[in-house]
């Protein structure tokens, strides 16, 4: 499977640095253009190329968004995501650091209206990038693991999220709908931040259903 990074920021390096560990073939992009991430290139190996980022796009099986939330122009053409798992991990901050109000919507279905025919999934952005960086546990079982809460409308795109974030070091927890799951992984909201084993994280699941 190869994966497709929009934005090489901490988060957009990190996640690159993981994924091709777990062998997979990583393109990086950035607003830059690719001759700004050759370096970035050298240190992530072989396995990694720089694109822009249409091309980072169309060459991801799985597309992962990294760039600032505010900053649509940033994002890639629709039509090059249509039909593609799209993986959110973008927070809907202000360059102030504020929030921006959106009211009974989420961020990432805001996403969705700007990448219409893409299934988009919210993850990894309740996570720090150091985080990210310092808590791969491929050695433990999954309940033991560092839970990465996934939130979508597509079960299978879910799923092949899920095994994405098993297959770096982590255990992903199905939070719900964009809507109900998206809500509880906004910035500020109960999982946001929230450092919690995958074996709690289904604990507390099944206590919230009750």
């Known amino acids: 499977m190869k994966i497709g990074i929009i934005g090489a920021g901490n988060m957009g390096f990190t996640l690159a640095k993981l994924f091709i560990k777990a062998r997979y073939q990583v393109a990086i992009s950035n607003s830059r253009g690719p001759e700004s991430l050759q370096e970035m290139v050298k240190q992530l190996g072989d396995n990694c190329i720089a694109l822009k980022v249409n091309d980072a796009a169309a060459f991801g099986d799985v597309v992962l968004l990294t760039v600032p939330w505010r900053s649509p122009e940033a994002l890639p053409d629709p039509q090059y995501l249509k039909d ?19 009211g009974e919507s989420t961020s990432s279905e805001e996403t969705a209206k700007r990448l219409p025919g893409s299934l988009i999934v919210k993850a990894f952005n309740t996570i720090h990038f150091k985080h990210l960086a310092d808590a791969p546990q491929k050695e433990l079982p999954l309940q033991e693991r560092r839970a990465i809460f996934i939130a979508g409308d597509n079960t299978e795109a879910k799923a092949k999220v899920a095994r994405l974030i ?15 799951g998206g809500k509880l992984q906004e910035p500020n909201a109960e999982l946001y931040n929230k450092e919690i084993t995958c074996g709690e994280a289904l604990t507390l699941e099944a206590k919230n259903r009750k």
């Open 166 to 180: 098993e297959q770096i070091g982590f255990a992903g927890i199905d939070n719900g709908s964009l809507h109900d």
């Open 84 to 102: 593609k798992i799209v993986i959110d991990a973008m927070n809907p901050y202000k360059e102030n650091g504020e929030l921006f109000e959106l």
